[in-house]
């Protein structure tokens, strides 16, 4: 079965310093890998993905993230954090079950912004 | 706008009761999902369905049970079977069975059972 692990629940950066926020994923065929993020008391809402080609992501609000396949990695990062930054980030992986579709989230990581 | 609605936001039931949780979509998506998310657990998998009166027990389906009669809408019920029904639940779609589509999600909806 496929699964992602995010390393670090919680996770708390300065105000315009770097934001990286790691995810490594278990698969044994090509994974469909995704970062969302979710703001207190609401659903998730997607920040990037990966599916095949370039292994350097770009998402919304300044994020990216790196397919290392080596390293089995999709790590989220942001090269300076703003204070409405401040949310639970998710790691998640597609697979077949089934025949279905089935996407599989990690435990989440909470990022604090200190101003 | 397209979205999906899930409805109450809030929900209070007393130990013992079934509560059925809404879930409705207007995005044309074939397929449904629903979360269940505690802290420091992430989201675990109870139902899924990519096409009507078809779906998939997820990871965590015991207590629950859904129903998907239309392609808009796929309520969950709570049954007083699920040993630990307080949660936060979120619906899901997306538009189909492909891998590399990403899922949609609506507000949530926070169950107490006291």
Known sequence: AQSVTQLGSHVSVSEGALVLLRCNYSSSVPPYLFWYVQYPNQGLQLLLKYTTGATLVKGINGFEAEFKKSETSFHLTKPSAHMSDAAEYFCAVSSLAGGYQKVTFGIGTKLQVIP | DGGITQSPKYLFRKEGQNVTLSCEQNLNHDAMYWYRQ???????????????????KGDIAEGYSVSR??????????????????????????????????????TGTRLTVT
Request: with cysteine.
């Open chain 2, 69 to 106: 009669e239309k392609k808009e809408s796929f309520p969950l019920t709570v049954t007083s079977a699920q040993k630990n029904p307080t949660a936060f639940y979120l619906c899901a779609s997306s538009r189909g069975s492909t891998l590399s589509y990403e899922l949609y999600f609506g």
């Open chain 2, 38 to 56: 505690d802290p420091g657990q992430g989201l675990r998998l109870i139902y899924y369905s990519q096409i009507v009166n078809d779906f998939q």
